[in-house]
């Protein structure tokens, strides 16, 4: 059971991650097309491109990736909890082990991840949500 944890973990990981990639994708070509970067309450992102196909396929790619961001949060949740319970329970096995420290880093990885776009100095998240 904690070998599937740890997998379904190690998918989920690099979400934040890749939606992060993603807005800084977006908003670098509207800066391109604006000639500026884009600003919260002043370029809406879903105007921005309407005649670039390269925006527009960002535009949808991110998204995609918020929403699975978005519905990954709420698996993510209680799976971790139930990857850390494991862990902790198999910590001991010479076996496992190699599975116990996948788990915490995958743990670590998402964590550090949202973290990462929670504080996010240019609020690109925000200017997408705005």
């Not at 070998?3 to 800066?31: C, D, E, F, H, T």
């Not at 918020?66 to 993510?76: A, P």
């Amino acid at each position: 059971m904690l070998k599937i944890l740890v997998m379904v973990q190690w998918l989920l990981a690099p979400l934040p991650a890749a939606l992060m990639l993603g807005l800084y994708a977006l908003s670098n070509r509207g800066a391109q097309l604006i000639g500026k970067l884009p600003e919260a309450s002043r370029n809406d992102p879903g105007q921005i491109g309407l005649q670039d196909s390269t925006y527009q396929m960002l535009y949808g790619w991110v998204n995609e990736l918020l929403t699975g961001f978005i519905y990954s949060f709420l698996v993510w949740f209680p799976l971790s909890i139930a990857t850390a319970a494991l862990c902790v329970h198999y910590r001991k096995q010479q076996k496992l082990r190699r599975w116990v420290w996948a788990g915490w880093v995958a743990i670590a990885v998402y964590v550090i991840g949202v973290l990462i776009l929670w504080w996010e100095p240019t609020n690109r998240l925000g200017w997408f949500f705005d």
